[in-house]
């Protein structure tokens, strides 16, 4: 069966829906350019006013400044569902890593890769952290643990998502998390507690810092932004502090982490704190992208990616991790891109459950790519969904 979605009637709202999801970040590049430009113009000129020697001096120190480039590479670890992919989307203000509410939607370590000022920062999207029992239940490729482990052994620093939303783990890191800081403690690494919209009790995200960092971050210190330390202060004088059930902070802690940050990747909330931090500590060196780049990866494979995470989110239970997405045509003409996916089914019956009464779903599923491609890629898409069972029944 096949889908013909063209969408050049509807992608007025989408386009629109990608101006808004980019002003911000060009406000701010523009506002931080205005900004250079008037600070600098004053120094020029008031050297200028008072000495010559001194103004070739200070341009000569200016041309320089602006040769010096800084790069950091994150990799982004935790386990599946933690919210990595949509922080990361965030933080860069662009859509690169596709999402879904199901665990496992990212197979394969990817960049995003984000450019402010004279850094660049390059962040590794990766999978879940998993047991062999996980690899084997969800289908998952051989590889899938070997993917993080290569982001983490070319990056600089260690980001380490930790799903506080969720009342049954939040109170302990993943025995694969503290196995793979373990493994790489000799890089550096920080804590992001994530979805912390879900929590009310601001006792209760303090006590979550002790915890899982094992009473070694001073939380009046490093912690989020300044109106956070100063209520966490005044938390720690007093003396109703919750009691964790943890019976051994160090079998679900982390003693080395160098700093925390409280984080909404819905909400946006703590994202600009991370971001400066990452700024501080990058190093100097050449950056390893242009400035336009937001991600490594093919356009092909965006698509197919996008369409499978959509996959995830439309069909129930293990249905969508058996099925397989390839890309079977892309151009790009007149600013359009043109893209055709098929998806392979094990069965004629999945096949049915795909496309649904009349392809009602698969149109819907078609709609939703379409609109997380626009958001990609900035322009029209005119996307194909395919299906085709391997077996008939």
């Not at 998502?161 to 025995?175: F, P």
Request: with cysteine; charged share 25%; proline share 3%.
């Amino acid at each position: 069966m096949e889908l013909l979605l063209n969408n050049f009637g509807s992608v007025n709202k989408y386009l629109l829906r990608f101006s808004k999801y980019h002003k911000v970040r060009t406000a701010n590049i523009r506002n931080y350019s205005l900004s250079s430009l008037d600070d600098n113009s004053t120094t020029a000129k008031l050297s200028a006013t008072a000495d010559p020697t001194t103004d070739l001096a200070t341009s000569g120190q200016k041309a320089q400044h602006k040769r010096t480039q800084n790069s950091l590479h994150i990799a982004v670890i935790g386990v599946p569902n933690a919210g990595k992919s949509t922080f990361i989307n965030n933080l860069i203000n662009h859509r690169v890593c596709p999402t879904s509410s199901k665990v496992h939607t990212t197979r394969k370590s990817s960049k995003a890769i984000y450019t402010t000022g004279q850094t660049q920062l390059v962040f590794y999207d990766t999978p879940g952290l998993v047991t062999p029992r996980e690899i084997k239940r969800h289908n998952l490729e051989q590889s899938f643990k070997s993917a993080y482990k290569h982001a983490i052994q070319h990056a600089d620093i260690i980001a380490c998502m930790h799903d506080v939303s969720n009342s049954w783990t939040r109170n302990a890191l993943h025995s694969t998390v503290i196995e793979t800081l373990n493994e790489y403690k000799h890089l550096p690494s920080f804590l992001i507690l994530n979805k912390i919209d879900a929590l009310r009790s601001k006792r209760v995200l303090l006590e979550l810092i002790r915890v899982l960092t094992n009473n070694t971050i001073n939380t009046t210190q490093s912690v989020g932004n300044k109106n956070q330390r100063r209520q966490y202060k005044r938390i720690e004088e007093s003396n109703d502090k919750p009691v964790t059930n943890s019976e051994d902070k160090k079998d679900v802690s982390w003693s080395n982490f160098q700093e925390v940050f409280l984080v909404s990747s819905i909400t946006g909330s703590g994202l600009n704190d991370i971001q400066d931090y990452l700024t501080r500590v990058a190093k100097e060196r050449s950056w390893e992208y242009s400035k336009g780049s937001f991600t490594d990866e093919k356009p092909e494979a965006l698509i197919v990616e996008s369409v499978r995470a959509r996959l995830l989110d439309y069909l129930p239970q293990e249905i969508p991790y058996n099925l397989h997405s390839a890309i079977e045509y892309f151009s790009e003409e007149n600013g359009t891109i043109y893209a055709s996916v098929e998806v392979t089914c094990p069965s004629a019956r999945i096949e049915r459950l795909i496309c649904g009464e009349s392809n009602g779903k698969l149109r819907q599923i078609t709609e939703r790519v379409t609109s997380d491609l626009v958001e990609t890629f900035g322009k029209p898409i005119s996307l194909t969904i395919s299906t085709r069972s391997k077996k008939t029944e």
